[in-house]
């Protein structure tokens, strides 16, 4: 059985046991490709509560998804593959959208140019090399950041409350931070 993390154990003592056996990591996966064109059309419209509430259980299914793979002993190469690819266009897609409306547009074409850059090292990687693709802390840490960064700016937004931008800007930047540690880490740069 794989390492835990410290988010495993949390998820399987409070969520996971509610999810049906017959419910495997890679359909939570499928989950979240399904909700992106939804997540983009309701943050296109400004529809920013609702896009807050469908994003959260967008974001959240990576944690679980990984969680229930790794707990039930349930990894695939499509998995590794495929969980990263779903998350890489959820962050790209909201950043695009509400990072660039509500801060500025350096800010999200950096974090999907690092996105970009991760996504087609890593693949290339694994081609050309072999190379096993997992999630690491620091990658696992930027996700968490930009979720509550993209988080941020849908509050501040759908609930009129302008200092969240500031809180999503900070969180924007360190997930910046954390996207550079992963380049290194996966040995990108």
Do not use: H
């Not at 939804?38 to 959240?60: D, I, M, Q, R």
């Not at 941020?152 to 910046?176: D, W």
């Amino acid at each position: 059985m794989p390492n835990l993390t410290v988010t495993d154990k949390i998820l399987a003592k409070t969520i996971l046991p509610f999810i049906p056996w017959s419910v495997t990591p890679n359909m939570i996966t499928w989950f979240r490709f399904f909700t992106i064109p939804f997540v983009t059309f309701l943050f296109a419209k400004e529809y920013y509560a609702a896009g807050l509430v469908l994003f959260f259980f967008s974001s959240f299914s990576d944690a679980v998804d990984g969680s229930l793979a790794r707990t039930r002993n349930q990894i695939t190469e499509w998995g590794k593959m495929y969980d990263p690819l779903a998350d890489k266009i959820l962050i790209g897609v909201s950043v695009f959208i509400l990072a660039s409306r509500f801060l500025n547009i350096y800010i999200a074409a950096t974090i999907i140019a690092i996105e970009f850059f991760i996504l087609i090292s890593a693949f290339y990687r694994k081609n050309a090399y072999g190379a096993q693709i997992q999630a690491e802390t620091s990658g696992k840490v930027k996700m968490v950041l930009q979720s509550l960064g993209i988080g941020a700016i849908l509050i501040g937004a759908g609930f009129g409350v302008p200092s969240f931008f500031i809180i999503a800007l900070y969180l924007l930047n360190v997930s910046i931070i954390f996207a550079i540690i992963s380049l290194v880490v996966y040995k990108s740069i």
